[in-house]
């Protein structure tokens, strides 16, 4: 046998089963088995890269991008919006829900209540610029919002009132715009099931006189309760006076209560007060009397009288 001593590793390639030589008394020999019958090529894992994290994340901490509210339907937002989970507020008998948001986008303030904005496109699509939106001292009543707190509500034609509300809007750096937006709404009352009474087309009103903010005649426009449907029945007038029927959301504690208020409020004094109802009277020559009647808040009566 002729021993030869390798200066150098070699590298075989063969077989699992081929033979590994290991000759006793001859210099040392490196030899590498690989199965297979070639090498195979490195394949490099490419790094992972991370997504920049918006801004508005650091600013509203939990905020998500933004892609619509069921309870705004067709509101558009600037591109790249972010949205907070909502606050809640309101919501018991004869009150408004309200939900507050806070959002954040890369732009101005003009982009949410200038020309061609979210606003804009609103009141486009048949929200009206009444600015009035529940008090949130109780989420019964409506205020009028002021010039930093812009308010559109629903046309209130086929379904009860909502509102919604921007205000407290704040710049940051790079660009960057956040505000607070409010959606405050109602579910439909419960009426009475009397097509006599009510049929077709619901029609919801915000006042005795009107779903107005604005009226040429103050003496009844005074504010009805959340979710006010208006009768379809035309019958029951008396000598010297008649009835206006309505339907409202919540009881009939909360509906008495609602309306003696609103009524103060727009100048009556009331009298012969009761758990179902009262007197209201304003003004001299003419006075103008109201007799309030809720045996069931749904379908309740007013029954208005020719001023005297």
């Known amino acids: 046998?002729?021993?030869?001593?390798?200066?150098?590793?070699?590298?075989?390639?063969?077989?699992?089963?081929a033979l590994v030589l290991a000759l006793a008394g001859c210099g040392t020999t490196t030899v590498t088995i690989i199965q297979g019958g070639s090498t195979p090529a490195a394949t490099a894992t490419p790094a992972a890269t991370a997504t920049p994290q918006s801004p508005c994340v650091a600013l509203i901490p939990g905020a998500a991008p933004f892609s619509g509210l069921g309870s705004v339907p067709g509101m558009q937002m600037p591109t790249g919006t972010y949205i907070s989970a909502a606050t809640t507020s309101g919501g018991n008998a004869g009150q408004y829900g309200i939900k507050t948001y806070q959002l954040c986008f890369q732009?101005?303030?003009?982009?949410?209540?200038?020309?061609?904005?979210?606003?804009?496109?609103?009141?486009?699509?048949?929200?009206?610029?009444n600015n009035l939106f529940p008090d949130p001292s109780n989420a019964s009543y409506l205020d009028y919002c002021s010039n930093a707190h812009q308010c559109l509500n629903t046309s209130g034609s086929s379904k009860p009132f909502s509102f919604v509300g921007f205000d407290q809007f704040a710049s940051h750096s790079g660009g960057y715009t956040t505000f607070s937006l409010q959606v405050?709404?109602?579910?439909?009352?419960?009426?009475?099931?009397d097509p006599q009474y009510y049929s077709g087309t619901p029609k919801y009103t915000l006042y005795e006189d009107g779903s107005s903010?604005?009226?040429?005649?103050?003496?009844?426009?005074?504010?009805?309760?959340?979710?006010?449907?208006?009768?379809?029945f035309q019958g029951g007038g008396t000598a010297g006076s008649t009835y206006a029927y309505f339907c409202s959301a919540g009881t009939q504690a909360t509906v008495v209560a609602f309306l003696k208020q609103a009524m103060q409020n727009d100048g009556y004094t009331?009298?012969?007060?009761?758990?179902?109802?009262?007197?209201?009277?304003?003004?001299?020559?003419?006075?103008?009397?109201i007799t309030v009647s809720v045996a069931n808040p749904n379908n309740y009566y007013l029954r208005i009288f020719v001023p005297m």
């Open 184 to 193: 405050a709404t109602i579910a439909a009352p419960s009426c009475l099931n």
């Open 1 to 17: 046998m002729i021993c030869r001593k390798f200066s150098r590793t070699k590298v075989l390639i063969a077989p699992l089963a």
């Open 107 to 129: 732009g101005s303030e003009s982009a949410i209540d200038g020309n061609s904005s979210t606003i804009s496109g609103l009141a486009q699509s048949g929200w009206k610029r």
């Open 213 to 232: 903010a604005a009226s040429s005649n103050p003496t009844y426009h005074f504010q009805m309760p959340p979710g006010t449907r208006v009768s379809t």
């Open 270 to 289: 009331i009298s012969n007060a009761s758990a179902s109802g009262f007197d209201a009277a304003t003004g001299s020559n003419p006075t103008y009397s």
